[in-house]
């Protein structure tokens, strides 16, 4: 939209923080822009330390690529790679910066430019320096000119012995963290050392605890009273809390917003003790019933009464009875309640001044912790960890350890690595490998083949010795490969790693190993082997392990993925790179509806700047295929769900191998998880949020589904609007109401209503019925409004500007003016006082029309354009000339006049809405003709455009009204994250969650699915990059939950299952074949997922039988009673026609019950041509749109297509108990349809 021209130029004095004229100005933070769901799960400050970070990557095989780039989109300071080897083509398959114009040149050299371009705000940079150098150049304290040393070096290529131990020790006598990440064939091993003293300041990176304050009070501890470490006597202070805490004995607050003598007390840190008290155990009190949350609001004091009643009774009744043994009696603690532990210094009885107001932070401590080094730990690690807990209990571990030394002692005697498929290298490295454990047996807590039962090391030497020697030599023959799930998987938790390093997480504890041997196939013979060397060499790694048919199983996929943001784009990287969908007759087929946006380029590291706004799917397509050009790839610009099923037909889904999500909604995945139930295709799935990540394999008859969870979108914490409209105590109150009180009024539905008034009068009356009376009445009052501003004169800027300063008057002055009053008067009538606890008296905002306040100008410069938008009138943007008009209209506050209604909201009773004032307006609305008004465009809430004004207005929003309650304000990124509901993510998480995923896709290529004993293949995982290795576990899939069906012939089924119908059969047949087949009683069939629609109803089979009919002599026949319930007019009919002469009269009682006669007929015709006709047609009856054009156009699209009908059914077993069958299938008939 243009913008009007500027007239003057003066200093401006607000809105620096301002997204919208930065964004018209080419001023905007873009790195910071790139950020903004990095930030959401570390932190603005977290972010900050992170440029600090420089980081030595040693080695750009497929790890360390994975590494280097995750962290140049995390932003770190600087990345320095090196790896002076020469190119090979094998590198090509995991390295995806590597192309066949890189062969023969050094590896990092040829990766640099790439990397470079991932983000134009980190250094990259190659370290040149030969491998023994490279501990000197640990050294350099101005590391690519930051003025900052190496903060981590990062191994993901193993060195020799000299060469490693050198950089470990050096590392730790410098403070730089030593991290190294190995993927040796179809294993690998991460380790991690923080040196001798390491902070974590924050272990978890959840949020902190803010808690409201209600009450504090000064309680003597007797009676029933029981906090820790306190004595009968003592006198604490408690606070009664808004919300209840998580928080433990010892545990640090920091206390905030304490008014009057109180506020010396904000910023403290004070060590908090639980509440309880002493309850019998015979009282079963329930601290989640409704009486006692209730009863825990009042006083303290009040509560220890009831309580102390409450236990004073039971002892009684316990001695009455003879008092013999012991009174049962349990702690119970208030976890609405704290103890505070006063320093010495502070008065206890200062707190019994406390009369509203307060905060309490809780603080997480900070955590020393001392790190061992790789030389020793790769001794002393008696049961090293696995990512696979069962296997980590069982000591699998301890072989991969030995593993390791056995390789460098290799390399010790030979000057060389243990070769590819060699098997004399691999029978010395068993050798060697066994010689290893031997010798550590006789050192204390040292590593090797012993018996581990539970995690712990029996000090008995490990059974079958045979099988490990075996797993020993798949080691050695397989060390020089490299799966790429494997490097995605390393990659991503090793550079989580690093960011450790500034104190944020908790690390790794040191080892963490995971082997996974069913993804080695057969040997291959020496001239198969030949043929693929000399035909696709860039395999090679890949496939010397999973072997020549399933190479070629790869080779030939038809993959359908759906989602094309970050979790889709390493997807489609990891796919490229293994060769899949690359044979004739395979196909990689993508889907996403979006574009490419800045904060995507922080993740989805497929896209570059100048992508923005180019389609996702194509743009991704475009770069995976430039790296393998044999890569069968179509993308779509298409959502896949109920709308879509004209394109995504039963021939797309029935050409399928599997399927394979990348959403970031639940109802998409359980859509495409219902198309895998139905067609029978294994669905592999994943998800993140932050540091926290999981995936499923979803196996057809093997597994559960996705739709077996409870999983959903929705489970935010409620907030009563009483507080949100009233009493807002937290930053949280204000951003939600300004989200959804004053944008989604304002800016969205107003407009939206306006102009369903303004384009079809009587159609918008028809929908406002279906509207409770409050919202009636926002809608026409809205309605009203936009109509009175035109009728005033021309819609320009200035009257945008006039309705942004009535919004302020009305929202932050005189309402405030209102709820003061009107709270004032209730507590004159009521003697208590109202302002305690956690409602604050409310402040009017300033208003200065000669002088706008500068939170005024905000609010009025993002309200105005919002209005510009809405009217289609030229911005304002520049921040003079907006204040210059501004001051021109000499704006006035309304005179205010006391409300004369004084009831106040405060337990969150729904508002009501006078009847006879929505009736008024819908009269006056209806008798205005809209022909004549503007029309105006809604707005579509869009967080990251910076130029929509969206933001801008909901932060000036929300801290006008943080300031009316003297509220901590909110800074606009905070803003942003929470009102645009943003999901914390990290390219860390993504890459090493979609490794994981990769390498379980291998596993569905070689057909393991299909093999005897398959749940125990594949693996799900659940991780959390944040707390260390702890949190860090894979495991096998759960199988399908079972329903249990309460009938005979088919005790159980799963989701599954289903009961599959051949031809095109009547109703009547299907009916009949369900209750033959099962032997029940089919009560209503209807369209899967769709059951308020009836294609069949048992209670029409029965109206078959019904009489209505007037015999000879003039009585009415009405058979059976139930005839009366349908047609309740004929009992009154039946009983006069028995009475009454031949008359008028009796002619009007006979016209009933022939009428009634003539409806039963037309219903029992109608359903007998549905009861004798197709499924299909009695379907099409039920589920065609009845009016829509458009719809019936589509459903019409689909059904032709459609080869079949998925139906449920609501039946009784022969106990008359509700019983269950799985979803049924019939032929759907198309091409015979009548619609």
């Known amino acids: 939209m243009a913008e009007e021209p500027v007239k003057a130029s003066t200093p401006v004095l607000w809105g620096e923080w301002m997204g919208a004229w930065k964004a018209d100005e080419g001023k905007v933070d873009e790195e910071q822009d790139r950020l903004s769901r990095q930030n959401a799960a570390f932190g603005g400050d977290t972010s900050a330390r992170m440029k600090d970070l420089n980081v030595l990557i040693v080695g750009c095989r497929g790890v360390g690529i994975e590494t280097a780039k995750n962290l140049i989109l995390s932003n770190v300071g600087s990345v320095t790679v090196w790896d002076p080897t020469p190119t090979a083509v ?131 501890l007797e009676g029933i ?176 350890h030995i593993a390791l030394e056995a390789a460098l002692r290799f390399f010790d005697a030979k000057g060389r690595w243990m070769g590819l498929r060699d098997v004399a290298d691999a029978d010395a490295f068993v050798s060697m490998a066994m010689a290893v454990s031997e010798e550590r047996k006789a050192l204390e807590g040292a590593c090797w083949l012993q018996k581990v039962e539970w995690g712990f090391p029996s000090g008995e030497p490990a059974e079958d010795l045979e099988k490990i020697k075996e797993k020993f030599k798949d080691f050695s023959l397989l060390f020089r490969a490299e799966l790429t799930g494997f490097c995605a998987f390393l990659g991503g938790a090793i550079a989580q790693e690093v960011i450790k390093k500034t104190g944020k997480f908790t690390p790794i504890e040191q080892w963490l190993h995971h082997h996974d041997p069913c993804l080695i196939g057969p040997h291959w013979s020496e001239g198969a082997w030949a043929a ?37 784009c390493e997807y489609l990287k990891g796919l490229a790179l293994m060769g899949a969908c690359t044979a004739a007759g395979s196909k990689l087929i993508v889907t996403d509806m979006d574009r490419i946006e800045v904060s995507n380029l922080s993740r989805q590291f497929l896209f570059r700047q100048p ?8 743009t991704a397509a475009r770069v995976v295929k430039s790296w393998n050009p044999q890569l069968q790839i179509e993308a779509l610009e298409k959502g896949v769900g109920v709308t879509s099923e004209d394109f995504f037909d039963d021939e797309f889904w029935q050409k399928l191998h599997l399927c394979w999500n990348a959403l970031d909604n639940v109802i998409a995945r359980k859509y495409t998880d219902q198309c895998c139930l139905w067609y029978g295709l294994p669905l592999l799935e994943s998800g993140t949020l932050g540091t926290k990540s999981n995936s499923d394999v979803f196996l057809p008859g093997l597994t559960k589904s996705y739709n077996d969870s409870t999983e959903s979108d929705t489970g935010e914490t409620q907030i009563a609007m009483c507080t949100l409209r009233s009493f807002p105590y937290l930053p949280l109150h204000c951003i939600e109401f300004a989200k ?55 819609v320009d800027f200035d009257v945008c500007i006039k309705e942004a300063f009535a919004h302020y008057c009305r929202d932050f002055i005189n309402s405030i003016r209102d709820l003061v009053y009107s709270c004032d008067q209730m507590e004159k009538s009521s003697g208590k006082p109202f302002w305690t606890g956690t409602k604050r008296r409310p402040i009017e905002a300033k208003w200065d029309p000669k002088s706008p306040p500068a939170e005024a100008m905000e609010y009025l410069y993002a309200t105005a354009n919002c209005y510009a938008a809405i009217w289609q009138v030229p911005f304002v943007r520049r921040r003079a000339e907006f204040e210059r008009r501004v001051v021109a209209l000499g704006l006035r506050v309304p005179e205010w006049t006391a409300p004369s209604d ?135 899939p759960e199988p399908p939950l079972k329903k249990k069906s309460k009938l005979a012939t088919l005790p159980e089924f799963s989701t599954w299952d289903k009961l599959e119908i051949e031809g095109d059969i009547t109703l ?32 029409q089979v029965k109206k078959l039988g019904w009489k209505i009919e007037l015999a000879e002599d003039g009585k009415a026949i009405i058979e059976p009673e139930e005839v009366f319930t349908a047609w309740p007019q004929l009992r009154m009919a039946t009983q006069m026609l028995q009475r009454m002469p031949a008359g008028p009269s009796r002619k009007n009682f006979e016209g009933q019950v022939l009428a009634a006669a003539k409806s039963l007929q037309s219903v029992k015709d109608t359903f007998a041509g549905t009861y004798g006709g197709k499924v299909s047609q009695a379907y099409v009856n039920a589920a065609r749109p009845k009016d829509d054009a458009e719809k019936q156009k589509y459903f019409d699209a689909v059904f032709q297509k459609r080869s079949y009908i998925a139906l449920q059914a609501h039946i009784t077993n022969s106990e008359g108990e509700e019983a269950d069958v799985p979803v049924i299938g019939t032929a759907s008939g198309s091409d015979s349809l009548c619609v």
């Open 90 to 220: 094998e590198d090509l398959g995991a390295n995806f910066y590597l192309g066949t114009e890189s062969i023969g040149k050094p590896r990092a050299s040829a990766c640099l430019g790439q990397l470079k371009s991932l983000n134009p705000y980190c250094k990259v940079e190659l370290l040149d320096a030969a491998e023994e150098d490279i501990q000197r150049c640990l050294a350099e304290t101005n590391v690519l000119s930051t003025g900052k040393p190496y903060s981590v070096i990062v191994i993901t290529e193993i060195l020799k012995r000299p060469v490693l131990f050198a950089l470990s020790a050096e590392a730790r006598s410098k403070n730089i963290a030593f991290l190294m990440a190995l993927n040796m064939g179809v294993t690998t091993s991460i380790f991690s050392d923080f040196g001798p003293k390491h902070i974590i300041t924050d272990e978890d990176g959840e949020p902190t605890q803010m808690l409201a304050v209600s009450a504090a009070e000064v309680v003597p």
């Open 740 to 794: 959804q009180a004053y944008f989604c009024d304002y800016m969205e539905f107003a407009p939206q209503q306006y102009e369903a008034f303004r384009k079809d009068r009587e159609g918008f009356f028809e929908q406002l019925d279906a509207m409770g009376e409050m919202e009636q009445m926002k809608s026409l009052k809205m309605i009203k409004n936009f109509i009175t501003l035109q009728q005033a004169g021309k």
């Open 902 to 1036: 004084t009831k106040v909201d405060v337990e969150g009773e729904e508002d009501k809405a006078d009847p006879a004032v929505i009736e008024e307006l819908k009269k006056e609305l209806y008798a205005f003709d809209p022909a004549g008004l503007l029309p105006c465009e809604a707005h579509d809430f869009e967080k990251d455009d910076d130029a929509n004004f969206h933001i801008d207005f909901l932060t000036a929003s929300t801290n006008l009204r943080s300031a009316n309650y003297d509220i901590k304000k909110s800074d606009r990124a905070h803003v942003k994250v929470t009102a645009g509901r943003i999901i914390p993510a990290l390219a860390t998480t993504t890459a090493m969650i979609c490794g994981l995923v990769d390498v379980e896709f291998i596993k569905l290529a070689k057909g393991l699915h299909k093999s005897d004993g398959a749940l125990d293949k594949f693996y799900n995982a659940n991780v959390n990059l944040a707390t260390g290795s702890q949190a860090m576990n894979i495991f096998r």
């Open 225 to 400: 009273v029981k906090v820790d470490g306190l004595k009968e006597g003592d006198r604490v202070v408690v606070l009664t809390l808004a919300s209840e805490h998580s928080l433990q004995d010892g545990d640090v607050i920091a206390l905030d917003d304490m008014r009057g003598d109180l506020s010396a007390y904000n910023g403290k840190q004070l060590k908090v003790r639980r509440f309880g008290v002493l309850s019998p155990t015979d009282a079963k009190v329930d601290l989640s019933d409704v009486s006692t949350k209730e009863l825990l609001k009042s006083s303290t004091g009040e509560v220890l009464a009831n309580f102390s009643k409450q236990h004073e009774h039971w002892k009684a009744e316990f001695e009455a009875k003879g008092g013999e043994g012991k009174f049962k009696q349990r702690e119970i603690t208030l976890f609405n309640r704290l103890c505070l532990v006063l320093e010495d210094g502070m008065v206890l009885e200062q707190w019994a001044s406390y009369r509203s107001g307060g905060l309490v932070n809780s603080v997480k401590p900070a955590i020393p912790k001392e790190y061992e080094s790789l030389e020793r730990t790769l001794v002393h690690t008696a049961n090293p960890q696995m990512l696979d807990q069962e296997s980590w209990h069982a000591g699998e571990g301890c072989w991969v």
């Open 532 to 568: 693929l060397v000399g035909a696709s060499p860039r395999y090679t790694l890949q496939a010397a392990v999973v072997g020549e048919k399933v190479m070629t199983a790869i080779q030939e996929e038809r993959i359908f993925l759906v989602g094309c943001g970050a979790l889709g």
């Open 611 to 618: 992508d923005v706004k180019s389609p996702k799917s194509v």
């Open 1068 to 1099: 009547k047949e299907l009916v009949e074949h369900l209750e033959g087949k099962f032997g029940v009683t089919v009560q209503r069939i209807f369209p899967a997922g769709e059951d308020k629609l009836c294609i069949f109803d048992s209670g």
